[in-house]
């Protein structure tokens, strides 16, 4: 198939696309009765009003892990909360008004003067109404940070208006909604075309645009306590379910299978969301309007058919059916979700954790293959990182939040430019990773500029989880972070540089009893994880990729310190093995430099018997800083105009150890690992005679692969004998 036109590349044209089709309303029957119980239904009462209840919806019998509220944990000195406090001055600066204008023009009522933010939202734009969702959740998360009045105010005032867009709508609307419960910035018609399989960019994805502003609602009210946005969230629902639920399930199925007009977000999750806090049948029967079915079918089977597809389009479902898992029990949902994160995490993640290529899922293992200035749309890592953690959620797996810590750490911190701004979220839309490319930041209106919003205000949603019945703490991610835990009576505080390297430190500031105290133990940590309680070291075993357990009575005062070294290692690209990134510990560096054409960097030559990179990376005098080759590596989350390489080209075309160059040239094998590749795996090695015999094993079984002839087999071996390497 041929690629079509990015959003970005159609944000002129599609802003003066608005579609104008006379409303034509039905009068749909409903996939449920309306008031009928149905599986996982919460013990709220089934009637027309929502739930009055100003919490998260209850946790699913299928978790074993649950998360904490987000005012439960707040953030210390460091990198992350420098980067939340910029987007903090944003959400308190900008004016709720020009979030509003958009939808108070299109329900007749006075715009009060303002402009609406630009981009994609235009007062014609045809994704107008989607940030000012965005914004919903930004505010609410901060209000929920915070605690600033202020904040709350602009949220209360913010849904009060949308209250007033959605009454005036039903009342007065030209023409009138099919249902009072409609609320958008534009009219219904975008969602009528779409039943009739109208394309993009005559429409633009309306009920991705209708998911965002349910979504924020359902956080001012579950984040911020704001009764009335659920009671209007919920009028949405019943909305929804009245366009939907009549639809036969072809007509829906094809309707979400076309490109980005059939895109809808979350709604799936949403609608499930929104079920577990009302209680009406008919939200989560809407839910299951959702289901994109030829996807969600062969994922369940673990076909993997999502090259060419819209990554964005199709990540933040999956999410939607694990919640649908949660409330149905239908393992169909539990298993897609499953097998779509190790399609995507592994065979399509660039070294930063993000996905995509212009905005859509490449061929398996594609990686150098697709670099270029158009990787890693910053809304795939949001969605894929909201994946990781509902899957944690289910199967406290570590390797879930290996990816995480990749993707917060390397994507996601990374996307908001360093510098203050409160009139743009200064966030980016794509991640070049091809070379000499240069981040792009402001995005306001666009995508990633609403998913950009919330990123940066929730960094402490996944450092600590908890066991459902409360007694284990897991620490998922050791940033700078306390968590008060009421039920347990616990007070945390976690001291910590990261990203940088250095020791962390948990202290019990209060409470105490019994509980396990689950510390991660990262992939990365191969030069040793080590871990003391109140100055006594712990001699349990920490295996990389694992949770390491210390189980006691804790007591007010006790520290827990963990340090785990960072090592420099490279990650080779899947598809060429020459083509690589290099990190310290879980931190992307990258090389300065604005050539376009990919660096070359050979670095065995310099290594000692140690086998380090350190040999031939060395500390540029900045934490964090290195050099090699003449150029600069910096840590990748630092957010400038900088132009950088993220891949290098690997090239070690001869054995060489030291000052002796066997002349023989560096051969592969059938991995694609080269001989140098294959021996300084097995370093560190304990001396020259160690690492003799270890040379003249290989270049033996070279020799018997046919990778060596007789004579290159004892060249090489004497050039290790003549090789004078260090410790």
Known sequence: MSQPPTRRRLLSLAAGAAAAAPLVSAAPTAHAAVGQALPGTPAQALSGAPAQAAAAPPVPSAWSVRPFPLDQVTLGNGVFRAKRDLMLDYARSYPADRILAVFRANAGLDTRGARPPGGWETSDGNLRGHFGGHFLTLVAQAYADTREA??????????????????????????????????????????????????????????????????????????????????????????????????????????????????????????????????????????????????????????????????????????????????????????????????????????????????????????????????????????????????????????????????????????????????????????????????????????????????????????????????????????????????????????????????????????????????????????????????????????????????????????VQVSAPYRLRIERALDDPTVQSVFHGPVLLVAQSPEQTFRTFSFYKDFTLRGDLAAAIRPEGRPMYFTTHGLTLAPFYVADDTRYHAYFRRSEPVVVFGRADSGVPNRAGGDGLTFLDTLWQQAPFANSGAFVQAVRALADRWLSEGLFTRAERDRVVAAALEADLRR
């Open 150 to 559: 202020a904040l709350k105010s602009k949220l209360d005032y913010l849904v009060g208006a949308l209250g007033e867009c959605q009454k005036a709508l039903a009342e007065n609307g030209s023409p009138r909604p099919s249902h009072p419960g409609f609320l958008a910035a534009y009219p219904e018609t975008q969602f009528i075309l779409l039943e009739s399989y109208t394309t993009y960019p005559t429409i633009w994805a309306p009920y991705y645009t209708c998911h965002k502003i349910m979504r924020g609602l359902l956080d001012a009210h579950t984040l911020a306590g704001n009764e009335q946005a659920l009671t209007i969230a919920s009028k949405m629902g019943d909305w929804v379910h009245s366009r939907l639920g009549g639809l036969p399930k072809a007509q829906l199925e094809r309707m979400w299978s076309i490109y980005i007009a059939g895109e809808y977000g979350g709604m799936n999750e949403v609608m499930t969301d929104l079920y577990a806090l009302t209680g009406r049948a008919e939200h989560l029967a809407a839910a299951r309007c959702f289901d994109n079915t030829a996807l969600l079918d062969a994922c369940a089977d673990d076909r993997d058919i999502l090259d060419g597809r819209h990554a964005n389009q199709h990540i933040p479902q999956f999410t939607g059916y694990l919640r649908l898992f949660d409330h149905t029990g239908d393992a169909t949902y539990a298993a897609a979700a499953r097998n779509f994160w190790d399609m995507v995490v592994g065979p399509r993640t660039y070294s930063l954790g993000g996905t995509g290529q212009g905005e859509m899922f490449r061929a398996r293992n594609a990686i150098a293959a697709t670099l270029n200035d158009k990787n890693a749309e910053t809304c795939a890592t949001y969605n894929m990182l909201k994946l990781t953690r509902q899957l944690f959620f289910h199967e406290p797996d570590p390797a879930y939040m290996d990816y995480y810590e990749r993707g917060l750490t390397n994507h996601i911190l990374a996307s908001r430019r360093d510098a203050r701004s409160t009139t743009s979220p200064e966030v980016t839309y794509f991640v070049g990773m091809g070379p000499g490319v240069v981040r792009e930041y402001d995005n306001t209106g666009t995508c990633c500029g609403g998913t950009g919003m919330e990123n940066h205000t929730k960094y402490q949603d996944s450092v600590y989880f908890r066991s459902t019945d409360g007694s284990a703490l897991y620490v998922n991610l050791y940033l700078a972070s306390t968590l008060r835990w009421p039920e347990r009576g616990f007070v945390v505080e976690q001291t910590s540089t990261y990203p940088s390297e250095g020791v962390r430190t948990l202290t019990f500031r209060e409470g105490g009893g019994r509980l396990d105290l689950k510390l991660r133990v990262p992939s990365w940590a191969t030069g040793g994880f080590t871990v003391t309680v109140n100055g006594v070291r712990q001699r349990a075993e920490a295996e990389p990729g694992s949770y390491l357990t210390l189980s006691r009575n804790w007591r007010r005062g006790d520290r």
